[in-house]
């Protein structure tokens, strides 16, 4: 299928694509790995006449470590994630995640920043995000800021972005000691999307009781969340799998889940529950090892 | 503002120059501008991957990319990766293996293989379906392309040379 006519602009620097945003309105859009963009485009869902081609900015790229913690670039593919060294050691989770998003020729052009910025809610990173409690900064006409990953998914493909705000960088700080995660994802067999994605950080006391717990949940709703009635019910929990059950319980508490073509609502609270559960359990016998 | 683009791309080793509709996916470039028509075009939605071509030594979708974002990038298609009059290992395990029955896939079966093959030298069965998930057969079942790249797999570690079509 062929997208409607537009116009193609490729700035060098972060200020020329903000310049060019500001030019075009609401008929320009951000493209960087294009793999939401595009098939949105073909399907004529979207018809900006003006695209901003972002990818080859080089101040969107890159990892850095800084302090025991990572900072990813806007523009880092789902592959270079999933293959980093310094993620790996610092945001192991956003590694196990960039390994199943879509699939491989997806991953290779996909970036983390686009993801983010789309709020897809069959998305995988941003159970991530929120389970890490990432910072993702922007950068706008008025300025720089940083928004924390629990305030950034706030609708159905909508996040905190104010107009012409470009997503720069993520960053994550280190896990402590006794702390282990897991993503756990029952994918659509096609496109590879998440029917439910279950993102969980799990921190363990001195006498194996969780300490600290956060998970996140993407694709059950139409938008990515905090499960907080889990959190609060993990917390000082002797972890077995009976009591991980109980705790998984109410993750989909005051949600309405998602009934599309590929599951009703009540399959997807089942998943979810059942998901949470696997996520929590791995994620403490990793916090053990 | 023209809706037009210019663009340089290294194809197979050899610089193209077009001038296209910036709207123009890097597929339709590929198959009506330069008449490279290995690469095939099957869903249209970026799910069956039979458009797998590569990127800089990455498989991608060329129907997920446009031509303007291939400008000045290095791209092989399924013509280029042997010499004209001969199969690279990959593609002649694909043929004693059995991995194609109608072959509209695998080209970008093939492309996807070569990128696993240069992370991954020696790929479990899981790690082969995993960087295939992108690349749909209506035909085959899978069986048939697992074993086809294991097979290559062992090939190209040997250092096999490309295979004269016979």
């Known amino acids: ?289 | 503002m023209s809706d037009q683009v210019t663009v340089n791309i290294e194809v197979n080793g050899t610089n193209r120059v077009a001038t296209v509709e910036a709207r123009t996916l890097l597929v339709h470039l590929l198959r009506n501008e330069f008449d490279l028509t290995g690469t095939h075009t099957g869903c249209e939605t970026g799910q069956c991957g039979a458009c797998t071509v590569q990127v800089n030594g990455e498989a991608v979708k060329s129907c997920m990319v446009l031509a303007a974002q291939a400008d000045g990038q290095e791209v092989t298609t399924i013509e280029g990766v042997a010499p004209a009059g001969s199969l690279h290992p990959v593609q002649d395990s694909f043929w004693t293996d059995h991995g194609l029955q109608c072959g509209y896939c695998t080209p970008g079966v093939i492309m996807t293989t070569l990128n696993l093959l240069a992370t991954t030298p020696d790929p479990t069965d899981e790690e082969i379906r995993h960087a295939l998930e992108g690349n749909i057969c209506r035909c085959t079942g899978y069986q048939g392309i697992v074993t086809a790249v294991k097979s290559a797999a062992r090939r190209v570690a040997a250092g096999d040379p490309p295979v004269s079509l016979r």
Do not use: C
């Open chain 1, 1 to 289: 299928m062929y997208s409607y006519p537009f116009s193609y602009h490729r700035p060098g620097s972060i200020d020329e694509a903000l310049s060019l945003l500001g030019d075009f309105g609401d008929d320009g859009k951000l493209i960087a790995g294009g793999q939401s963009l595009l098939p949105a485009m073909k399907l004529r869902l979207a018809a900006p006449g003006h695209l901003v081609d972002i990818s080859r900015i080089p101040e969107l790229s890159g990892v850095r470590a800084t302090g025991g913690g990572v900072e990813i670039g806007a523009l880092v593919t789902h592959s270079q994630i999933a293959s980093d060294p310094t993620i790996a050691a610092h945001a192991g989770l956003l590694a196990e995640i960039a390994n199943v998003v879509g699939d491989l020729q997806v991953r290779n052009r996909g970036t983390i920043g686009g993801t983010l910025a789309h709020s897809d809610p069959a998305a995988d990173y941003p159970a991530g995000v929120l389970a890490l409690d990432a910072e993702i900064e922007v950068r706008g006409p008025n300025g720089v800021r940083s928004i924390p990953a629990k305030d950034m998914f706030v609708g159905l493909f909508t996040t905190a972005l104010d107009t012409n705000e470009i997503v720069t960088a993520i960053r994550i700080a280190g896990l402590s000691a006794n702390t282990g995660y897991r993503y756990e994802k029952l994918a659509n067999p096609a496109s590879g999307y998440a029917l439910v994605g279950v993102a969980a950080v799990v921190r363990l006391d001195g006498s194996g009781a969780i300490a600290e717990a956060r998970v996140g949940i993407t694709g059950a709703s139409d938008v990515a969340y905090r499960a907080e009635a889990v959190e609060s019910a993990l917390i000082g929990l002797t972890p077995n799998d009976a009591s991980v059950k109980a705790a998984a319980a109410s993750a989909v508490d005051g949600r309405d889940m998602l009934t599309d073509v590929h599951a009703p609502a009540e399959y997807r609270a089942r998943v979810t529950r059942n998901l949470v559960r696997r996520a929590v359990l791995t994620a403490v016998s990793r916090a053990r090892s």
